[in-house]
């Protein structure tokens, strides 16, 4: 039988780690409205930032208004597409654990895509964003060229522009043909759905997949473009990248919160259910010695009356 004191410890070291995962909920709760908010007020936007993208890349001709002539396409550096020889994947992880299979389910989607790139004969390249992805890349000699810190602690457009002309740099150099983000979408504090999501080479395809050379000739839609195209891109293009990235990094801050809420929800819970048999387990205990101790004094007192 364990001793009482033993028990008692035991008791005490799960009452204050249960105190501590409950307010880790709780900090986790109030932070999760806030990220919710940002995410519900960005969406809309990048929605409607990728909509008008895939319109002026979608759109094969455009017609002259002056003189009715039927203009080429412009052509911009980011929609070049090339064959994929070397791939870019960025991995966005969280700094801190604590989260569940936030960062698992994370890892493991970008770890098979990079074992399965370089299974195909493809060359890879790995960013990370989060002290968690960095480190897990480092212990398999992955090949990790750039880890992005500190944006966690002040996440914004800012962070964004800053990871954009990382991983823009390179494609534009044509260093890589391919750019994969993968990170987690929130959908509510208990799931999270791991997305990889190919960037670049940007599709002329429309938002909703359907290509527009396959629709009906009275469904298509004819633009004419003012200023021209070639402005439209290059405002567009690194809008689009840097929305497309700020979501990203919104979705998956909103997902480690719900993770970790979640996740100290349930170890609260444990550690409920552990003080209540650690309790039962006291109590047994010190039954069993209280009743040793009777049975010592009234077989001491028969003994002396013996």
């Not at 307010?23 to 999760?32: I, Q, S």
């Not at 002259?64 to 994929?84: F, K, M, N, S, T």
């Not at 195209?229 to 997902?255: G, H, I, K």
């Amino acid at each position: 039988m364990a001793n009482l004191k033993d028990i008692r410890k035991r008791i005490g070291a799960v009452k204050n780690t249960q105190k501590i995962t409950r307010a880790m909920k709780m900090v986790a709760g109030a932070r999760l409205h806030r990220a919710q908010s940002r995410i519900q007020a960005l969406r809309p936007y990048a929605l409607q930032t990728s909509q008008v993208l895939h319109s002026v890349v979608g759109t094969p001709t455009q017609t002259d208004g002056q003189h009715g002539a039927i203009l080429e396409p412009a052509p911009h550096p980011l929609l070049a597409r090339r064959e994929e020889r070397t791939m870019l994947i960025l991995a966005i992880t969280s700094d801190r654990g604590l989260c569940g299979g936030f960062n698992t389910n994370i890892l493991r989607r970008a770890d098979r895509l990079w074992r399965e790139a370089e299974a195909e004969g493809k060359t890879v390249q790995i960013f990370t964003i989060g002290r968690k992805g960095r480190d897990y890349f480092k212990r398999r000699n992955a090949p990790l060229v750039e880890h992005f810190s500190g944006l966690w602690d002040d996440l914004g457009l800012d962070q964004a522009r800053r990871v954009a002309r990382g991983i823009i740099g390179p494609y534009l150099r044509e260093e890589v043909d391919s750019i994969y983000v993968v990170y987690n979408e929130f959908k509510s504090a208990m799931t999270q759905l791991v997305v990889a999501q190919p960037l670049f080479p940007l599709s002329a395809e429309a938002v909703n997949g359907e290509d527009r050379e396959s629709r009906p000739p009275e469904q298509r839609e004819e633009y004419i473009f003012e200023p021209s195209r070639e402005l439209l891109l290059e405002v567009l293009v690194p809008m689009y990248t840097e929305v497309t990235l700020l979501r990203a990094l919104y979705e998956s801050m909103a997902s480690e919160l719900g993770a970790r809420m979640t996740a100290m929800d349930a170890a609260t819970k444990n550690a409920r259910d552990m003080i209540s048999s650690l309790t039962l387990q006291y109590n047994r205990a010190r039954q069993a010695a209280i009743t040793t101790e009777l049975m010592e004094i009234i077989g001491g007192a028969e003994a002396l009356n013996s």
